[in-house]
């Protein structure tokens, strides 16, 4: 019957092109909208690398411009902080902090390889503030006061295409003045540019104020204590405000700045999936009216099968199993379509992401196509076989 | 072969009703070639199409070899039909999308048992008895009308059914194409034994069956013998 099915709709490709077009259109939609979801719902359920939670950012502007007045200022500020017994680490870092609207990248080469990685400028301290975790070697500690270079942490993607197979601890990574980065630990994940992103190459550069006399960091984190609010929050400010006489200071928590950055991944997200959900009904419309036009004109056939022998649920299986082909036919045009991308690897996102897209786009157009000629083959199924023989 | 008793049918509508056979009582024994005359309306496909079980009496019964099908369900019933039962109709009902070949082979698709290959051999022997053999490939609509019918009657015949249930074979072919048609239908009747029951408004092609029976307005008003039946050639 199978192959009764596939010959029945080749020879009738001509009338039935315009629908497996629709089909093939309506795959590829879904197939990139899917990519899009899929890409998005996978990277959220990656560990971010870092808790965030009961992570405040103290954003500081100071209003002159004497570094060293407002680097005085500033480490007064930073001993009131830890002070405070509602703290329970602090450190300094630069705006790119995680889940913030900025971003730092510098190039690194080690050997014959040159690649762009993230920065990330923070204070021994931040990995207390982001518990985080050194899979490999350590953080930046006190010993590193004395070295000649500059110690980084890198994480595991830099790792891997930086250094490949190779063991990065105290591998030296020329910076662009006449000194070295120093590899000194690895972190498995980190991705502070929020939770909908893929993990890109980083590093963490130690800030050590003695030794960065001349710079200003203006982000302070503040782990602070379970179940904080907005009291503290302005008993902490106003203090802070009566060291830093004429500062603006700004308190965000970590978990408000990662709801905003979801926010940008999740309004496109819903858009498309809304615009999407309007094609497929479209189509779905389209494919409806198209099958119950056909199965009209097919009364005659349908007595004549009736008479040869097919019992009405035999017709009820033979209409759905037409859709079945004709959307069998839309996506295998499609899946030729689609599969370049894993292949070609378009976008450098992971084949898999395309696998499951399309393996869901594939499902859900035999859905549709089966929710469309569910009713259609219904009424197929229920026509009278002498009265459809007389239609003739 | 096929028997009924009492066979009444009628059309209701809110407002209407019809009464498309009343009382009807016909033995068809088994290998025998009738004849079904009468005018327009006078019920004769609605007999048809209750022999070929595609439709119930609203009264009565129908018994195939002995058997009352009334408590068959529509699966039963399609095998039955399947089985036991061709159909030839007046305007061929062939599938236009299908080749000849696929045409022929479209019963043994209802039927579970049957290879791909024995479906194909059956259906070029049954094309073969048709004399058309070399057309195997051709698609309906590139036919004429007699080689049309000829296909329908190699559909018929596919599944070697006991019955073979024609709805005015010939009407839609000129004289010559319609001796042609009723030649291989006798020729099924008299070589194969099939029984064959066919509806027909031309008296020259009933006068050429074993039995003719007349019915007028839903009631049957003769069955006999016809007398130039034993002396046909085919």
């Given amino acids: 019957m199978i192959r009764h099915l596939f010959k029945l709709i080749w020879n009738r490709k001509r009338s039935n092109f315009l629908l497996i077009t629709e089909i093939f259109f309506c795959f590829l939609v879904l197939f990139a909208v899917l990519s899009l979801i899929v890409y998005n719902v996978r990277n959220y359920y990656k560990p971010l690398g870092f808790e965030h939670e009961n992570v405040w950012m103290l954003t500081m502007r100071p209003d002159t411009d004497s570094t060293a007045l407002n680097r005085q200022t500033l480490e007064q500020i930073m001993q009131r902080a830890k002070g405070f017994q509602e703290v329970e680490s602090v450190a300094l870092t630069n705006s790119n902090a995680p889940f913030a609207f900025s971003q730092m990248n510098n190039e690194l080469s080690y050997g014959e390889k040159k690649m762009m990685a993230n920065e990330y400028l923070v204070q021994d301290d931040f990995d207390k503030v982001m518990r985080m975790q050194v899979s490999h070697g350590r953080w930046f500690g006190q010993q590193d006061n004395a070295s000649h270079h500059y110690p980084i942490v890198i994480n595991r993607a830099l790792q891997q295409k930086l250094f490949e197979g190779e063991d990065p601890l105290g591998k030296l990574i020329p910076r662009n003045d006449s000194s070295s980065y120093q590899v000194v630990g690895v972190v498995e994940h980190y991705r502070p540019s929020s939770e909908y992103t893929a993990e890109e190459p980083g590093f963490f550069n130690r800030i050590h104020l003695p030794k960065n006399e001349n710079e200003f960091y203006g982000e302070l984190l503040l782990r602070v204590k379970p179940g904080m609010g907005v009291e503290f929050e302005e008993k902490m400010v106003k203090e802070l405000s009566g060291i830093s006489k004429g500062w603006t200071m700004e308190v965000a928590t970590l978990e408000k700045m990662r709801q905003n950055k979801a926010k940008m991944a999740k309004v496109p997200m819903i858009a498309l999936t809304i615009i999407c959900g309007f094609l497929i009904l479209n189509v779905a419309l389209g494919l409806f009216g198209v099958l119950w036009y056909n199965i009209s004109r097919r009364n005659s056939e349908i007595g004549l099968r009736r008479a040869v022998g097919a019992a009405s649920s035999q017709v009820y299986r033979q209409f759905i199993g037409e859709v079945l082909v004709l959307a069998t036919f839309g996506l295998v045009l499609g899946v030729a379509f689609a599969i370049q991308f894993p292949l070609l690897q378009v976008f450098e996102v992971e084949s898999v992401v395309y696998f499951i897209a399309l393996g869901i786009a594939v499902g859900l157009i035999y859905l549709l196509a089966i929710g469309c000629a569910f009713y259609p083959s219904r009424q197929a199924a229920a026509i009278h076989p002498a009265m459809a023989l007389h239609e003739e | ?234």
């Fill in chain 2, 1 to 234: 072969m096929i028997t009924l008793k009492n066979i009444e049918k009628v059309y209701q509508t809110k407002t209407i009703e019809t009464v498309a056979l009343h009382n009807v009582n016909l033995h068809i024994p088994k290998g025998e070639f009738v004849s079904v005359m009468g005018p327009s309306g006078c019920g004769k496909s609605t007999l048809l199409n209750i022999m070929g079980l595609l439709d119930e009496p609203t009264n009565g019964i129908v018994e195939i070899d002995g058997q009352p099908i009334s408590r068959y369900r529509d699966k039963e019933l399609a095998h039955i039909r399947n089985q036991k039962i061709g159909f030839v109709f007046q305007s061929y009902h062939l599938i236009n999308d299908l080749s000849v070949l696929d045409n022929v082979e479209l019963p043994l698709l209802y039927r579970s048992g049957t290879s791909a290959a024995e479906t194909r051999h059956l259906a070029l022997t049954a094309l073969e008895k048709v004399g058309l053999s070399a057309r195997t490939k051709h698609y309906p609509t590139q036919l004429s009308g007699g080689q049309r019918q000829r296909v329908a009657i190699a559909r018929a015949l596919i599944g070697q059914p006991e019955l073979i249930l024609a709805d005015e074979p010939t009407g839609n072919l000129d004289s010559v194409m319609g001796e042609e048609i009723m030649n291989i239908l006798l020729t099924l009747n008299r070589q194969d034994g099939t029984t064959i029951v066919m509806v027909t408004h031309d008296e020259n092609m009933a006068q050429k069956t074993e039995r003719l029976i007349r019915f007028f307005d839903g009631q049957q008003v003769s069955d006999a013998k016809t007398t130039a039946y034993d002396y046909q050639k085919v």
